[in-house]
């Protein structure tokens, strides 16, 4: 699993520049956003210049912060693309135990994921911004999700949707790799 978000310098640039665009054209400085979202001054200017390498957990916080979907941030469009697992760029929690890999986006209505999550571990997701919808089907392995103190146990090819403004968690109960497909919808933008 990679150590880092992503493997070329063009992308961190990429993100740094629209990070930046996003931030500016609502008017925040860096000051205000990383207090805003809760992580360190630092942090978000070594993201903006592209010379970071944020954590799964970051990356959501800067999207939630600036109301924008992940794959914005990235990104990731074009009038066709293909997302081809040897390219994909990769998020990854700061323990690697989750892994997301952003394949499209809709102009700020949903977002595409494969994710992967390691056998016997867990995952807690930050809590989206408010009207956004999860949807996660189990592609291989088991999952069990977590949301608002009920378990949902999923096997292959089962799917669950639940609101993503509450805490979630995904748990892989088994020792396998549990391999997921992710929509993330954002109704209310």
Do not use: C
């Not at 952003?102 to 995952?123: I, K, M, T, V, W």
């Not at 993503?164 to 497909?181: M, Q, R, T």
């Amino acid at each position: 699993m990679p150590n880092h978000l992503w493997e070329d310098g063009d992308t961190s640039r990429r993100i740094g520049a629209n990070l930046r665009q996003f931030r500016m054209s609502r008017g925040l400085s860096m000051e205000q956003l990383a207090n805003k979202i809760g992580i360190s001054k630092l942090t978000l200017m070594n993201v903006e210049r592209g010379e970071g390498n944020p954590t799964l957990s970051v990356i959501w916080k800067i999207a939630n912060g600036l109301n924008v979907p992940v794959s914005t941030l990235l990104s990731i469009d074009s009038d066709v693309s293909i997302a081809r697992k040897e390219n994909s760029i990769k998020l990854a929690s700061s323990d690697k135990v989750f892994v997301a890999e952003p394949l499209f986006q809709s102009h700020g209505l949903f977002e595409l994921y494969r994710g992967y999550l390691q056998p016997n571990a867990e995952y807690q997701s930050a809590a989206h911004q408010s009207g956004v919808n999860e949807y996660v089907t189990v592609m291989s392995g088991a999952l069990n999700v977590a949301v608002g103190g009920e378990i949902y146990p999923l096997n292959e090819y089962d799917s669950i949707k639940f609101k993503g403004d509450l805490d979630h968690k995904y748990i892989n109960p088994s020792n396998k790799l549990a391999i997921l497909h992710f929509v993330i919808s954002y109704h209310s933008m």
